[in-house]
């Protein structure tokens, strides 16, 4: 049993129950995603490691059976943590069907073959390894971890769908390097879309949604509505379509409905940074986030009596904290906190002449902090 809280005393099991890479097999390009569009995206260099930094993942289908992709910001995935008391690199695709949580990965030690194994996964028993399987790891611009994915039958639901990848491990410490979709942390709770086995080049178009493309601006600045597009295959007119957006543990749902080319589109208030899914007949979208930068604008009255009055307001209007500091300081000189409606002000007795500037805060990272324009204060 292969465990990440003790990912040490299971590697030599977990690698000697799995298949070596063939040095003949690690030729050919990767299948490509069903309708080009991969189940999975992440964010570059949100990995501390670009061999294990994941930019994409996807199942395929295109070699007659259904594999698993990964693919990663460096060219050659590899393992680069080589003082680690057990070196090596893992890529793990997670997924549900029937109800039970299960994974593949690859396993790449520094010297020496790529290894895979499948599994079941939970986040505290961590991978319990049940045996071997095939792969291919690709090198190469933005190489592949190639997986075949054993004993899932046609027609099965493959949802919840993430990739966790790690770099060496000390005791009972896992380096974990990267969550796709989301940060590092295999606690991250994004997850790609859905997936229908056999579904992609069937013979016969399926009467019932297979899967659901998500599209949507990364970041706004401010408060804005956006429209959000997407697309459910195989198209058809008239699928109930349910886009949740989630924000501060919030959810709220827009409802649409598809049209005869199967898209959708919806126009979606982004107030703080935001998830978005589409759902559609139980099949999900991959989880997009939309990341929202504040502003803030300032206005400084100086009084007759040497004190100032600084006035401001942020955008969007959420809770945080304001930071004031003259220029070239590092602590700052005066601080507070944005009231309902996104407005500040400080009162300044006896402040210094100089140029400064606010700097916002939001609070649990509801948006990007930001900085104000300049405030001259004579």
């Given at each position: 049993?292969?465990?990440?809280?003790?990912l040490?005393?299971g590697?030599?099991v977990?690698?000697?129950?799995?298949v070596?890479?063939?040095?003949?097999?690690?030729?050919?390009?990767?299948?490509?995603?069903?309708?080009n569009?991969?189940q999975?995206?992440?964010?570059?260099a949100d990995?501390h490691?670009?061999?294990?930094?994941?930019l994409?993942?996807?199942?395929?289908?295109?070699a007659?059976?259904?594999?698993?992709?990964?693919?990663?910001?460096?060219?050659?995935?590899?393992?680069?943590?080589?003082?680690?008391?057990?070196?090596?690199a893992?890529y793990?695709?997670?997924?549900?069907?029937a109800?039970?949580?299960?994974?593949?990965?690859a396993?790449?030690?520094v010297?020496?073959?790529?290894?895979?194994?499948?599994?079941?996964?939970t986040?505290?028993?961590?991978?319990?390894?049940?045996?071997a399987?095939?792969?291919?790891?690709?090198?190469?611009?933005?190489?592949?971890?190639?997986?075949?994915?054993?004993?899932?039958a046609?027609?099965?639901?493959?949802t919840g769908?993430y990739?966790i990848?790690y770099?060496?491990?000390?005791?009972?410490?896992t380096?974990?390097?990267?969550?796709?979709?989301?940060?590092?942390?295999p606690?991250?709770p994004?997850v790609?879309a859905?997936?229908?086995?056999?579904?992609?080049?069937a013979?016969?178009?399926?009467?019932t949604?297979t899967?659901?493309?998500?599209?949507?601006?990364?970041?706004v600045?401010g408060?804005k509505?956006?429209?959000?597009?997407?697309?459910?295959?195989?198209?058809?007119?008239?699928?109930?379509?349910?886009?949740?957006?989630?924000?501060?543990?919030?959810?709220?749902?827009?409802?649409?409905?598809?049209?005869?080319?199967g898209?959708?589109?919806?126009?979606?208030?982004i107030?703080?940074?935001?998830?978005l899914?589409?759902?559609?007949?139980?099949?999900?979208s991959p989880?997009?986030?939309?990341?929202?930068?504040?502003?803030?604008?300032?206005?400084?009255r100086?009084?007759k009596?040497?004190?100032?009055?600084v006035?401001?307001t942020?955008?969007?209007?959420?809770?945080?904290?304001?930071?004031?500091?003259?220029?070239?300081a590092?602590?700052?000189?005066?601080?507070?906190?944005?009231?309902?409606?996104?407005?500040?002000?400080?009162?300044?007795?006896?402040?210094?002449?100089?140029?400064?500037?606010?700097?916002?805060?939001p609070?649990?990272?509801?948006?990007?902090?930001?900085?104000?324009?300049?405030?001259?204060?004579?």
């Amino acid at each position: 049993m292969f465990r990440s809280g003790a990912l040490a005393a299971g590697a030599s099991v977990a690698l000697a129950a799995s298949v070596a890479l063939s040095a003949s097999t690690a030729v050919a390009a990767p299948p490509p995603p069903c309708n080009n569009a991969p189940q999975i995206t992440d964010a570059t260099a949100d990995g501390h490691h670009p061999p294990t930094d994941v930019l994409a993942a996807w199942w395929t289908e295109g070699a007659g059976r259904l594999q698993a992709v990964i693919r990663v910001y460096a060219g050659t995935p590899a393992a680069e943590h080589d003082e680690a008391e057990t070196p090596g690199a893992g890529y793990a695709f997670v997924f549900t069907v029937a109800g039970q949580t299960r994974y593949v990965r690859a396993t790449l030690p520094v010297n020496g073959a790529a290894t895979f194994d499948h599994g079941t996964y939970t986040p505290v028993g961590g991978f319990a390894s049940q045996g071997a399987t095939t792969g291919v790891v690709e090198s190469g611009v933005n190489g592949t971890v190639t997986i075949d994915v054993p004993g899932v039958a046609a027609g099965a639901s493959l949802t919840g769908t993430y990739v966790i990848t790690y770099d060496g491990i000390n005791g009972a410490e896992t380096t974990w390097v990267d969550h796709a979709p989301g940060g590092a942390l295999p606690t991250d709770p994004a997850v790609g879309a859905d997936y229908v086995v056999g579904s992609c080049g069937a013979a016969a178009p399926s009467a019932t949604t297979t899967a659901v493309q998500l599209i949507a601006p990364s970041r706004v600045t401010g408060r804005k509505t956006v429209t959000v597009t997407g697309k459910v295959v195989p198209a058809r007119a008239g699928v109930p379509v349910a886009i949740t957006r989630t924000a501060n543990r919030r959810a709220t749902v827009t409802r649409v409905t598809s049209a005869a080319d199967g898209s959708f589109s919806a126009r979606i208030a982004i107030s703080e940074t935001s998830d978005l899914r589409a759902v559609a007949e139980t099949i999900g979208s991959p989880e997009l986030t939309v990341t929202a930068r504040s502003t803030v604008k300032i206005k400084v009255r100086n009084r007759k009596d040497g004190s100032a009055v600084v006035t401001g307001t942020v955008n969007p209007k959420l809770p945080g904290r304001i930071q004031w500091l003259r220029s070239n300081a590092v602590t700052p000189s005066a601080r507070t906190t944005t009231r309902a409606g996104g407005t500040f002000t400080l009162r300044l007795k006896k402040p210094k002449r100089g140029r400064y500037q606010a700097v916002f805060i939001p609070s649990n990272g509801r948006a990007e902090r930001s900085t104000s324009n300049t405030g001259v204060i004579r």
